[in-house]
């Protein structure tokens, strides 16, 4: 009962803005099973919904951002997987909380007067693609840290949506080592996941629906309004147990 919607909006929210609220189902999973095995669960349908996702964004990425991102979410998953329950990922998801919501607080405190759009920039680009990479994959949080690198570059919609699913696409399927190193696909985690398999593809192809559907002036504002929204998740979430 709390799979099934939760890996709807996952879908859903990553086709039609490349973020969003599909950050909230491993803890609405998380409800019913300890959150290791809401994680193990979620991975292998995130695959699957990525690769609906690049069939339908096929081509339609930037490239030049990906020879930036992807080498930086390499190196934070290495460091995340070596780090994988030595750090408090409470902690982590509350530094990205907070990070996420003064990023979406900033953008829309001064909407009415935009700055111009920032370049590609490898350092930059390296730094937040590794922390993405790192805080997906301890904290299941890697949304928020790649948005306050290429939002702020306005670039094309379909371009931003599609970069977002492509490079996730590759951060998931990275994450298949060290969590296979770690032992979290059990039996019962697989057979649990091949049975909720068809639900995100289909979110994700109601999501690259509505994203043809929504104007573009709209659809940075909200972009910024999920990372606002899901900044205050992760600190309401994370501020509990930290404190």
């Known amino acids: 009962m709390l799979a099934v919607p939760a890996l709807l909006l996952m879908g859903v929210s990553k086709g039609a803005f490349g973020q969003g609220v599909g950050t909230l189902s491993t803890p609405l999973m ?3 099973v300890p959150v290791p095995v809401a994680a193990a669960i979620t991975l292998p349908i995130l695959c699957l919904r990525d690769l609906t996702g690049i069939w339908g964004y096929r081509g339609q990425w930037d490239r030049s951002q990906m020879r930036i991102i992807v080498p930086g979410a390499a190196i934070g998953i ?6 994988f329950g030595v750090l408090d990922d409470h902690a982590v998801g509350l530094l990205i909380g907070i990070l996420a919501f003064v990023f ?5 405190l001064r909407r009415g007067a935009e700055r111009s759009a920032s370049k590609p920039h490898r350092g930059r680009g390296l730094f937040w693609s590794a922390l993405s990479g790192f805080t997906s994959c301890v904290a299941h949080a890697g949304g928020p840290p790649i948005a306050v690198y290429l939002l702020p570059q306005r670039l094309d919609r ?4 599609a970069t977002m699913v492509l490079f996730f696409t590759v951060v998931n399927w990275m994450k298949f080592v060290p969590y296979g190193i ?3 696909f059990s039996f019962q985690n697989v ?6 398999a068809p639900v995100a593809p289909i979110g994700m192809g109601l999501g690259i629906w509505l994203h043809n559907k929504i ?4 659809f940075y504002r909200i972009c910024y309004s999920f990372v606002l929204i899901l900044g205050a998740k992760l600190i309401y979430d994370n501020a509990q147990v930290v404190f």
């Open 30 to 32: 998380a409800l019913a």
């Open 78 to 83: 290495a460091i995340g997987g070596l780090l």
């Open 104 to 108: 979406g607080l900033e953008w829309w």
């Open 158 to 161: 379909r371009a931003y949506v």
């Open 182 to 184: 770690l032992g979290l």
């Open 191 to 196: 057979m649990t996941s091949l049975v909720l």
């Open 215 to 218: 104007p573009p002036i709209p």
